[in-house]
């Protein structure tokens, strides 16, 4: 079974970059499907970046030209850096990984960005 550590959280100001890691406890491969979503209490679980093969990177509206998602296989990581956070940005952050195969999905536990003033 795999298992998801995020890092990186933690508080930012308005305007400010963070950037989170998520470390995989198996081999990555440049095929596995790597995705950031985010979670505010209450509310529904929001998809943010979705990592592919064939250099596919997608992003929601809300946070397209802002955050960048990559990996660095060599060292079983990937990460979400998020530039120009506004008090909307504010959630739990959850990191996404579906290996090659079994295609199973795994999810990370999370870790808190919070953006204030």
């Known amino acids: 079974q795999v298992q998801l550590v995020e890092s990186g959280g933690g508080l930012v100001q308005p305007g400010g970059s963070l950037r989170l890691s998520c470390q995989a406890s198996?081999?990555?491969?440049?095929?596995?499907?790597l995705g950031w979503y985010r979670q505010v209490p209450e509310k529904e679980r929001e998809w943010v970046a979705t990592?592919?093969?064939?250099?596919?990177?997608t992003y929601a509206d809300s946070v397209k030209g802002r955050f960048t998602i990559s990996r660095d296989t060599a060292k079983n990581t990937f990460y979400l850096q998020m530039n120009s956070l506004t008090p909307e940005d504010t959630a739990v952050y959850y990191c996404?990984?579906?290996?090659?195969?079994?295609?199973?999905?795994?999810w990370g536990r999370g870790t808190q960005v919070t953006v204030s003033s």
């Open positions: 198996r081999n990555m491969l440049v095929t596995d499907v």
């Open positions: 990592s592919r093969s064939g250099n596919e990177e």
């Open positions: 996404s990984f579906r290996p090659t195969f079994p295609p199973t999905l795994y």
